[in-house]
């Protein structure tokens, strides 16, 4: 079972792209995060051709989440316990909630496209939001992992934090002045491992960024960052048998500037037996 998370930065600007991928790849699920769309804005039609069905999530040309499946999704929602909303300039809790999270099951594995909050700068509301979306995720995963023992269970998406200093490459980014890399944050991702959760991707792939800012010439330079994530549970590392990031997706024509990061679990599919053989 093949499974992917991609901020595709909208979906109707780069349909083709991202089918095309999926198709070539032999992709059963993808998480996207910034559809930057409404579900009925969504180009439907082009992921049904190629055999999946799509949940999607999304308010408006901001933000928005989406997982495409050939599988049947299940117990589909789009909000954790806890999870605060935000309206800028204001407080309090009933602040509308973004469109940021989407949870489904797939094949018996629990799965979640989260699209984290930017928290443009240290000293803005958005970064408070930030952290306190963060702390709500963890608390509402670890609630359903006691509930749900033995259940795969994996966190996709674009997190907006560089855990690490090997993950940060972008000159503009200062430790100390700059969101992604504060000490608050890195603690936010650090506390998933508390509950047991942890990055199936880096010990299969220890280096290479996921993001490239499109100004000043960023790609080329590999001046990017590792921002998006696969946090699996104990049972959901236990099936990973491969990973890898498409950095070639960052080329092209009209790119997202993230690229998909992959993982490939041994757990059979419904539909294995249709597939060609190849010896």
């Known amino acids: 079972m093949r499974i992917a998370t ?8 780069r349909v083709g792209r991202t089918v095309d991928w999926m198709v070539r790849e032999d992709i059963d699920v993808l998480a ?3 559809i930057k769309c409404k579900p009925e804005q969504f ?3 082009a992921f049904e051709a190629a055999g999946y069905e799509v949940a999607i999530h999304g308010f408006s040309q901001w933000n928005g989440v989406a997982i495409a499946s050939r599988l049947p999704l299940e117990d589909v929602t789009t ?6 909303g935000f309206l800028k300039g204001q407080e309090g809790p009933d602040l509308p909630k973004e469109a940021r999270a ?10 979640w496209s989260l699209y984290v909050p930017n928290g443009r700068s240290l ?5 408070v939001y930030k952290l306190d979306w963060l702390a709500a995720l963890k608390n509402d995963t670890a609630n359903w992992l006691a509930k749900n023992p033995g259940v795969p269970l994996a966190l996709m998406g674009d997190f907006n934090v560089a855990p690490f200093d090997s993950d940060m490459g972008d000159p503009s980014i ?8 504060s000490p608050a944050e890195r603690e936010a991702i650090a506390a998933f491992g508390e509950i047991g959760l942890t990055d199936v991707v880096r010990p299969l792939v220890p280096e290479g960024f996921t993001y490239w800012d499109y100004k000043q010439l960023r790609f080329p330079r590999n001046e990017g960052m590792r921002i998006d994530f696969i946090l699996g549970s104990p049972e959901f590392a236990e099936l990973v048998t491969a990973a890898s990031i498409h950095r070639n997706e960052r080329k092209g024509e009209a790119p997202s500037d993230h690229v998909p990061v992959l993982v490939e679990l041994d757990l059979p599919t419904e539909d294995d037996d249709d597939r060609p053989m190849i010896f």
């Open 6 to 13: 991609w901020n595709v930065n909208s979906i109707r600007a």
């Open 32 to 34: 996207m995060q910034e």
């Open 43 to 45: 180009p439907l039609e």
């Open 79 to 84: 909000t954790f316990e806890g999870m605060p």
């Open 102 to 111: 989407m949870g489904a099951t797939i094949n018996g594995v629990r799965l």
């Open 123 to 127: 000293d803005d509301p958005h970064y």
């Open 174 to 181: 200062i430790p100390g002045l700059s969101t992604h890399v």
